[in-house]
């Protein structure tokens, strides 16, 4: 379910990220095996337990290695929010297909 207080671009993929930040998506979230993970605060994410406020997608001109989707994702209980950043092509063999599925709808 989109976030519709979410702009639809902020811009570059730092612009976004640096956007999102401000509004309110703080933390850094990153893949691992079968949940999202924030290191800073020691919070782990299952793929029941968040939702995916929106997804910005990102393609360079120039380099096939610049495609990223930045992802506004926000804790369905506890109403953390943050930025999960992942380049194209996710690893099935490293994440779970539950994670896949659900990054992946979007």
């Known amino acids: 379910m989109e976030n519709n207080t979410l702009k639809e671009s902020y811009g570059t ?8 930040v401000q509004d309110g998506y703080s933390l850094d979230f990153n893949i691992q095996e079968d949940c999202i993970i924030c290191h800073r605060s020691n919070l782990s994410l299952s793929p029941e337990e968040f939702q995916i406020d929106k997804v910005y997608r990102f393609e ?23 930025v999960l950043v992942n380049g194209y092509g996710i690893s099935a063999d490293i994440i779970s297909s539950k994670l896949i599925e659900k990054l992946s709808v979007h």
């Open 60 to 82: 360079g001109d120039s380099d096939p290695e610049y495609q990223a989707i930045v992802y506004a994702i926000s804790s369905i209980k506890g109403g953390e929010k943050g």
């Open 13 to 20: 993929l730092s612009e976004t990220v640096n956007g999102l």
